[in-house]
């Protein structure tokens, strides 16, 4: 009789979700790395903890995993307070940066290794291993030692160790760090795959916005151990809840302009009049628009020209001797020093509190059914692509 597949959550929605913290803090002596935190972290998706160093994002996941304990609040997994149970009581498994794989021990062994010590049964320690080797591509290699193998290969063994577990639920740290571009790349397709392919819960903490993007279907950001925002990675990138937010998410982030030397044809109106007092207005490199010197426009030098393959950035000096970058055509005759007009479709523009940073939601010169345009015709403006 065939063996039943791997069991893991389900991929539907679920009521409860898999995690949830409750005013969750923790300090290292005087220092204040979580201050109390909030979080629901669903049921069958793909989470990443995003933020720079320092954050309190590895912090988070180690007290997720009861690697360390929090100084108040509480921890819930699938609905049960787990707040002091040990990480072997939490029905969980960790892939790390590190691989952590015994280098005496064959691929096979490493990865039921921690079968064999919860005593389970050979014949079912057998038929998980032939599985999670089949879903890791790992067959034909079972009886190589962790030094033969090449880091991706060693990455997959420990995706098979948390395989093979059986719990629905798995915490990445950083796991693919230790490889170069090519490998990443591969591997975060192979993890986001296994996730779907078998329902479970990863809580995945990454620097790397490129993966946090790429893989999840939601991104938690944090800024000195609070929650900037969260919600689908479409949402951090298109509608930044602050300027943290803003300057964090996309490369380059979104460019933050002083609303004191931007045009009124460029800022937010209301019945016919502009909106008064400061603001900073946030624009994405691909949105910014270059051409002539001209009324409507922000004048501003190019100091630089950079070549990324298959983009290309203009590096801006603006009038206040501030720069901002743009993503530009290839063909760009202007030579560094040119003096340009700089303008963008409001549509395009966000607009934020200069003192909190907040997100201010003013109306735009047009609508999305009515982009709104510069004041200038499509005659008169032109943009980089067409740039002579």
Known sequence: MNNPPLAHATAHPHPTPAIRLRQVS????????????????????????????????????????????????????????????PPAQRGLSMVFQSYALFPHLSVAE?????????????????????EAL????????????????????????????SIVSGHSLCLMDEPLSNLDAKLRHSVRHEIRSLQQRLGMTVVYVTH????????????VLLD????????????????????FCATFIGTPPMMLLDSSYV?????????????????????????????????????????????????AYAYLELPDASQIIARIAHGLPALPGARLGLSWHTVHAHYFAPDSGRRLDLP????????????????DFRPVAQYA
């Open 26 to 85: 923790k300090s290292w002596g005087e220092q204040v790395v979580i201050p109390g935190l909030d979080l629901d972290i669903p049921r069958g998706g793909l989470t990443a903890l995003l933020g720079p160093s320092g954050c309190g994002k590895s912090t988070l996941l180690r007290l997720i995993a009861g690697l360390e304990h929090p100084d108040s609040g509480s921890v819930e997994i699938d609905g049960h307070d787990v707040t002091a149970a």
């Open 110 to 130: 490493n990865i039921v290794f921690g079968l064999k010590v919860r005593s389970l049964a050979r014949g079912e320690r057998e038929h998980r291993l032939q």
């Open 134 to 161: 089949r879903l890791t591509n790992l067959a034909g290699l079972e009886q190589r030692k962790p030094a033969q193998l090449s880091g991706g290969q060693r990455q997959r063994v420990a995706l098979a160790r």
């Open 208 to 219: 790397d916005q490129t993966e946090a993007l790429g893989m999840a279907d939601t991104v």
């Open 224 to 243: 000195q151990g609070r929650i900037a925002q969260q919600g689908a990675p479409a949402e951090l990138y298109n509608q930044p809840r602050n300027t």
């Open 263 to 311: 045009p009124a044809e460029l800022l937010p109106h209301h019945d016919g009049s502009t909106t008064g007092g400061p603001l900073r207005i946030g624009v994405r490199p691909e949105h910014l628009l270059l051409g002539d010197v001209a009324a409507g426009r922000i004048p501003v030098i190019l100091r630089h020209r950079e070549f990324q393959g298959a983009e």
């Open 364 to 379: 735009h010169t047009g609508t999305a059914d009515h982009p709104a345009q510069p004041h200038t015709t499509q005659d």
